[in-house]
Structures are given as C-alpha cells and as structure tokens.
C-alpha cells in the first residue's frame, strides 16, 4: 500500500527557514519521479517542485532560487527545503509520486511574523 507521511512544517518569521519530509513506502520510490505540492485556503492545490528518478528538478516561478527539492533513495524519503519565506508561502504542503493516485495527510507551513 502506498503511503506519504509528511513533517516539518510549522510557524516562521518572514525570511526564516523550513526542511519538509516526504517519508514513502509501498512502492519503489527510486523509480519515480516526486513532486511538491501546496494549498493555500481557498485555493486550488499548485504545484511547486519537482524532481524525477534522475535527480533533475523543476520549481515554480514562485519559489525558484529560495527552495530546492532533493531525494533520498536509501531513505526513500523527499525533502523541500524552503528559504527567504514569504507570507504567500503559507499554506498545506504535500508530496506525490507522479502516476500514484496517492496523497498524505500534508504538513502545515504559516509564515508570519
């Protein structure tokens, strides 16, 4: 059964930091490519990241050059690393192996002073 268990999130400053976790299991994680998504309230779910079973990436033009997406193929786990956080960033984050029909639960990110 596949399962995505998100972490990390939690209340920043505006310009301070987050690493979220994407822990996986059920199926081969290394062979996928990952994506981060988010939604803000009353808002549909965007796209934020991507990176495929190769290690490249892709960002939205709204994070670029302040996040950056990364994999652990032993860990089976994906990691959002988020700097120089903005208010408009707050929102519920999620990951999703692309061709899964499969989300978790999300992780809450508040930026706010």
């Known amino acids: 059964q596949v399962q995505l268990v998100e972490s990390g999130g939690g209340l920043v400053q505006p310009g301070g930091s987050l690493t979220l976790s994407c822990a996986t299991s059920?199926?081969?994680?290394?062979?996928?490519?990952m994506n981060w998504y988010r939604q803000a309230p009353g808002m549909q779910r965007e796209l934020v990241a991507q990176?495929?079973?190769?290690?490249?990436?892709n960002y939205a033009s709204s994070v670029r050059g302040r996040f950056d997406i990364s994999r652990d193929n032993v860990k089976n786990t994906l990691y959002l690393r988020m700097n120089n956080l903005k208010p408009e960033d707050t929102a519920v984050y999620y990951c999703?192996?692309?061709?899964?029909?499969?989300w978790g639960q999300g992780t809450q990110v508040t930026v706010s002073s």
């Open positions: 999703n192996a692309v061709g899964l029909p499969r």
């Open positions: 990176i495929n079973f190769r290690g490249s990436t």
């Open positions: 059920g199926f081969t994680f290394s062979n996928y490519g």
